[in-house]
Protein backbone atom coordinates (compact mmCIF):
# COMPACT_ATOMS: atom_id res chain seq x y z
CA UNK A 1 0.00 0.00 0.00
CA UNK A 2 1.45 3.57 -0.65
CA UNK A 3 2.18 5.90 1.79
CA UNK A 4 0.44 8.89 1.88
CA UNK A 5 1.92 11.86 0.35
CA UNK A 6 3.18 14.59 3.26
CA UNK A 7 2.77 18.51 1.77
CA UNK A 8 4.99 20.96 3.70
CA UNK A 9 4.47 23.79 2.05
CA UNK A 10 0.58 25.11 3.30
CA UNK A 11 -0.22 28.91 2.84
CA UNK A 12 -2.91 30.05 5.22
CA UNK A 13 -3.73 28.24 8.51
CA UNK A 14 -3.59 24.81 8.72
CA UNK A 15 -4.44 22.12 11.63
CA UNK A 16 -2.80 18.49 10.89
CA UNK A 17 -5.27 15.94 11.64
CA UNK A 18 -5.14 12.26 12.26
CA UNK A 19 -7.01 10.48 8.88
CA UNK A 20 -9.70 8.16 10.08
CA UNK A 21 -11.06 5.28 8.70
CA UNK A 22 -14.83 5.70 7.40
CA UNK A 23 -16.79 3.09 7.67
CA UNK A 24 -18.96 2.04 4.70
CA UNK A 25 -22.75 2.95 5.26
CA UNK A 26 -25.74 0.92 4.06
CA UNK A 27 -28.01 2.71 2.10
CA UNK A 28 -30.70 2.88 5.06
CA UNK A 29 -27.98 4.37 7.22
CA UNK A 30 -27.26 6.85 4.85
CA UNK A 31 -29.72 9.81 6.31
CA UNK A 32 -29.63 8.78 10.21
CA UNK A 33 -30.05 11.33 12.44
CA UNK A 34 -26.55 10.70 13.96
CA UNK A 35 -25.01 11.09 10.14
CA UNK A 36 -26.91 14.44 9.98
CA UNK A 37 -25.45 15.91 13.39
CA UNK A 38 -21.50 14.58 12.20
CA UNK A 39 -22.28 16.78 9.08
CA UNK A 40 -23.24 19.49 10.88
CA UNK A 41 -20.57 19.37 13.67
CA UNK A 42 -18.45 19.17 10.87
CA UNK A 43 -19.62 22.10 9.14
CA UNK A 44 -19.72 24.26 11.97
CA UNK A 45 -15.69 23.29 12.98
CA UNK A 46 -14.85 24.07 9.38
CA UNK A 47 -16.54 27.77 8.92
CA UNK A 48 -14.96 30.81 8.30
CA UNK A 49 -14.65 32.28 11.65
CA UNK A 50 -14.89 35.71 9.75
CA UNK A 51 -18.19 34.71 7.91
CA UNK A 52 -20.19 31.98 10.20
CA UNK A 53 -23.11 30.77 9.28
CA UNK A 54 -26.27 31.74 9.81
CA UNK A 55 -28.81 30.88 12.33
CA UNK A 56 -31.48 30.97 9.50
CA UNK A 57 -29.35 28.71 7.59
CA UNK A 58 -28.83 26.18 10.20
CA UNK A 59 -32.65 26.26 10.96
CA UNK A 60 -33.17 25.93 7.74
CA UNK A 61 -30.92 22.70 7.50
CA UNK A 62 -32.45 20.66 10.67
CA UNK A 63 -36.13 21.56 9.14
CA UNK A 64 -35.04 20.11 6.36
CA UNK A 65 -33.79 17.13 7.68
CA UNK A 66 -36.33 16.90 10.38
CA UNK A 67 -39.07 16.38 7.04
CA UNK A 68 -37.03 13.50 5.46
CA UNK A 69 -36.79 12.21 8.64
CA UNK A 70 -40.55 12.13 8.99
CA UNK A 71 -41.42 10.98 5.49
CA UNK A 72 -39.17 7.96 5.94
CA UNK A 73 -41.29 7.06 9.17
CA UNK A 74 -44.05 7.57 7.42
CA UNK A 75 -42.96 5.30 4.11
CA UNK A 76 -42.07 2.70 6.63
CA UNK A 77 -45.57 2.99 8.48
CA UNK A 78 -47.38 2.95 5.16
CA UNK A 79 -45.58 -0.38 3.88
CA UNK A 80 -46.54 -1.92 7.09
CA UNK A 81 -50.45 -0.49 6.57
CA UNK A 82 -49.97 -2.30 2.96
CA UNK A 83 -48.96 -5.51 4.01
CA UNK A 84 -51.35 -6.34 7.04
CA UNK A 85 -54.23 -4.69 4.58
CA UNK A 86 -53.22 -7.35 2.27
CA UNK A 87 -53.27 -9.91 5.21
CA UNK A 88 -56.26 -8.68 6.14
CA UNK A 89 -57.93 -9.03 2.64
CA UNK A 90 -56.27 -12.40 1.86
CA UNK A 91 -57.24 -14.27 5.27
CA UNK A 92 -60.73 -12.80 4.90
CA UNK A 93 -60.64 -15.02 1.04
CA UNK A 94 -59.97 -18.36 3.13
CA UNK A 95 -62.39 -20.61 2.24
CA UNK A 96 -64.24 -18.71 -0.42
CA UNK A 97 -65.20 -19.97 -3.52
CA UNK A 98 -63.28 -17.89 -6.41
CA UNK A 99 -63.00 -17.91 -9.84
CA UNK A 100 -60.22 -16.70 -11.67
CA UNK A 101 -58.61 -16.23 -14.96
CA UNK A 102 -55.54 -18.58 -15.58
CA UNK A 103 -52.73 -16.47 -17.71
CA UNK A 104 -53.41 -17.19 -21.16
CA UNK A 105 -57.19 -18.59 -20.78
CA UNK A 106 -60.61 -16.81 -22.03
CA UNK A 107 -62.62 -19.29 -19.65
CA UNK A 108 -62.45 -19.08 -15.91
CA UNK A 109 -61.83 -21.72 -13.15
CA UNK A 110 -63.55 -21.88 -9.95
CA UNK A 111 -62.30 -23.26 -6.48
CA UNK A 112 -62.02 -22.95 -2.88
CA UNK A 113 -58.92 -20.74 -1.24
CA UNK A 114 -56.91 -22.98 1.04
CA UNK A 115 -54.40 -20.28 2.13
CA UNK A 116 -52.89 -16.96 1.37
CA UNK A 117 -48.96 -16.75 1.18
CA UNK A 118 -46.69 -13.55 1.67
CA UNK A 119 -43.26 -13.80 -0.68
CA UNK A 120 -40.97 -10.97 -1.85
CA UNK A 121 -40.63 -9.50 1.37
CA UNK A 122 -44.41 -9.09 1.97
CA UNK A 123 -44.65 -7.11 -1.24
CA UNK A 124 -46.58 -9.97 -3.63
CA UNK A 125 -49.72 -11.87 -1.50
CA UNK A 126 -50.65 -15.06 -3.53
CA UNK A 127 -54.00 -17.24 -2.91
CA UNK A 128 -53.48 -20.93 -3.18
CA UNK A 129 -56.64 -22.34 -4.83
CA UNK A 130 -57.09 -25.83 -5.26
CA UNK A 131 -53.17 -26.06 -5.22
CA UNK A 132 -52.44 -23.44 -7.63
CA UNK A 133 -51.27 -20.67 -6.95
CA UNK A 134 -53.35 -17.92 -8.02
CA UNK A 135 -52.67 -13.81 -7.91
CA UNK A 136 -55.38 -11.42 -6.40
CA UNK A 137 -55.28 -9.48 -9.81
CA UNK A 138 -56.87 -12.77 -11.75
CA UNK A 139 -59.68 -13.36 -9.58
CA UNK A 140 -62.91 -12.84 -11.19
CA UNK A 141 -65.56 -13.77 -9.07
CA UNK A 142 -65.30 -14.18 -5.21
CA UNK A 143 -68.96 -16.47 -3.93
CA UNK A 144 -69.88 -17.74 -0.61
CA UNK A 145 -68.27 -20.69 0.85
Same mark, same amino acid.
Given at each position: ?10 ? *???? $? $??? =???? $?? +? ?13 ? !? ?12 ? +? ?22 M ?14 M??? =? ?12 ? &???? =?????? *? !? ?6 ? &? ?5 P ?6 ? !??
Amino acid at each position: MAEPVQNTAVS *GAFQ $Q $QQL =RTVK $QN +DASNLFSSETFLKLV !GAQMKSQNPMEPMK +DTEFISQMSQFSSLEQMTKLNTTMTSLGLALQLTQGASMVGQ =RVSYLPQGANVPVT &GTVD =RVTISN *G !GKDMSLIV &GGVQVAPSQVVEVA !GS
